[in-house]
């Protein structure tokens, strides 16, 4: 099956959600392409205009159709606003658009007033329904996008939870972890993944270690944290490897976030049997597990008081298994081999 992904970005530099999923993706279609914003040439008004984004997925989508003769898709796979420009007629072929959350819930639950707040709720949102529009079939990463496509767009989908690497992301002896890592044997460590902004809650972050100054946080962000908070620091990790020594080095988990469309940090971190203490977003809302904490307040005393709990307790919880089996990459695969299966007959 000659499959194409139509994506914001291929920069190896971009590790964020959508990138992640891209990478799972392509163990699912070994031969598939990826045009990206890299792909096409960059045109000068895409950089300056408050269209950027969607002039960027139109970019993306007018290379594809120019170059439909060569490419030949049996599936177009479009990752949120990167299909609004293009059709099933234009692709000659099925589209599956991926949901990671949509701008609008974003926006309304995650940015504050002002242009930004703007130009994701009206703008971004207003390209991203119609991508979603355009396609064969929407694909929702959990439940609460689901709920949220059909809340702001009225458009239905099929969930396929995203998938987790869980034999990078593995229960490891913390004691060792600490030691490749360099890190104090005694010391109580939090640890943060997430970019350093209001949207992951990293003003919460600060506010909990404030008040928890005995508890050493790292913090591994892109960019690199600069936090004056004097017990938080700032670490880069480049592989999932060192990510995985880090959760398991790390006594909880502190995931603030503000708004989640799936969320991979929670699980990840559960993947290692590592403590959790999630605000109640994305995929955390269909989880009840020994070892996840949710805090649906944004106060740092009630955040406390959740690490507190998860301190408190004998032993580090064993939620590998159930990772495992809701998010294991086989079962994403099959769901969605199946699934391409389906609308392309193949």
Same mark, same amino acid.
């Given at each position: 099956?000659?499959?194409?992904?139509?994506?914001?970005?291929?920069?190896?530099?971009?590790?964020?959600?959508?990138?992640?999923?891209?990478?799972?993706?392509?163990?699912?279609?070994?031969?598939?392409?990826?045009?990206?914003?890299?792909?096409?040439?960059?045109?000068?008004?895409?950089?300056?205009?408050?269209?950027?984004?969607?002039?960027?997925?139109?970019?993306?989508?007018?290379?594809?159709?120019?170059?439909?003769?060569?490419?030949?898709?049996?599936?177009?796979?479009?990752?949120?606003?990167?299909?609004?420009?293009?059709?099933?007629?234009?692709?000659?072929?099925?589209?599956?658009?991926?949901?990671?959350?949509?701008?609008?819930?974003?926006?309304?639950?995650?940015?504050?007033?002002?242009?930004?707040?703007?130009?994701?709720?009206?703008?971004?949102?207003? *390209?991203?329904?119609?991508?979603?529009?355009?396609?064969?079939?929407?694909?929702?990463?959990?439940?609460?996008?689901?709920?949220?496509?059909?809340?702001?767009?009225?458009?239905?989908?099929?969930?396929?939870?995203?998938?987790?690497?869980?034999?990078?992301?593995?229960?490891?002896?913390?004691?060792?972890?600490?030691?490749?890592?360099?890190?104090?044997?005694?010391?109580?460590?939090?640890?943060?993944?997430?970019?350093?902004?209001?949207?992951?809650?990293?003003?919460?972050?600060?506010?909990?270690?404030?008040?928890?100054?005995?508890?050493? *946080?790292?913090?591994?962000?892109?960019?690199?944290?600069?936090?004056?908070?004097?017990?938080?620091?700032?670490?880069?990790?480049?592989?999932?490897?060192?990510?995985?020594?880090?959760?398991?080095?790390?006594?909880?988990?502190?995931?603030?976030?503000?708004?989640?469309?799936?969320?991979?940090?929670?699980?990840?971190?559960?993947?290692?049997?590592?403590?959790?203490?999630?605000?109640?977003?994305?995929?955390?809302?269909?989880?009840?597990?020994?070892?996840?904490?949710?805090?649906?307040?944004?106060?740092?005393?009630?955040?406390?008081?959740?690490?507190?709990?998860?301190?408190?307790?004998?032993?580090?919880?064993?939620?590998?298994?159930?990772?495992?089996?809701?998010?294991?990459?086989?079962?994403?695969?099959?769901?969605?081999?199946?699934?391409?299966?389906?609308?392309?007959?193949?």
């Amino acid at each position: 099956m000659n499959v194409i992904l139509l994506t914001a970005t291929t920069d190896p530099k971009v590790k964020a959600g959508v990138e992640t999923y891209n990478e799972y993706l392509k163990k699912v279609f070994p031969g598939m392409k990826i045009i990206s914003y890299e792909t096409v040439k960059p045109g000068a008004l895409e950089w300056f205009s408050p269209l950027k984004e969607p002039m960027k997925a139109g970019a993306v989508c007018s290379f594809l159709k120019e170059n439909i003769g060569t490419l030949k898709p049996d599936l177009v796979i479009t990752n949120g606003m990167f299909g609004w420009n293009l059709k099933e007629r234009d692709a000659g072929c099925p589209i599956i658009n991926i949901s990671h959350g949509t701008f609008a819930g974003l926006a309304d639950n995650a940015i504050k007033p002002g242009p930004e707040f703007c130009r994701t709720r009206f703008i971004y949102a207003f *390209f991203e329904k119609m991508s979603a529009g355009n396609a064969s079939l929407v694909v929702s990463n959990s439940g609460l996008t689901k709920e949220l496509n059909k809340k702001y767009y009225g458009i239905g989908s099929e969930v396929i939870l995203n998938p987790v690497d869980t034999k990078t992301f593995k229960a490891r002896d913390m004691k060792k972890a600490r030691e490749k890592l360099g890190l104090d044997p005694e010391k109580t460590i939090g640890l943060f993944v997430g970019r350093p902004e209001y949207q992951k809650g990293f003003d919460l972050l600060e506010k909990i270690a404030g008040l928890r100054p005995e508890i050493g *946080f790292i913090s591994i962000t892109f960019p690199k944290t600069k936090s004056t908070v004097k017990n938080i620091t700032g670490v880069s990790v480049s592989e999932r490897e060192e990510l995985a020594l880090y959760y398991a080095a790390a006594d909880f988990v502190v995931f603030p976030s503000r708004f989640e469309g799936f969320g991979f940090v929670p699980i990840e971190a559960l993947s290692c049997n590592t403590p959790v203490i999630s605000g109640n977003v994305g995929v955390v809302r269909e989880i009840r597990a020994d070892g996840l904490e949710k805090v649906s307040s944004m106060e740092a005393g009630e955040w406390c008081g959740a690490i507190d709990r998860v301190l408190g307790k004998k032993s580090r919880p064993s939620t590998a298994a159930l990772v495992a089996e809701k998010f294991g990459f086989g079962k994403f695969r099959r769901k969605f081999l199946a699934l391409a299966g389906r609308i392309t007959k193949n």
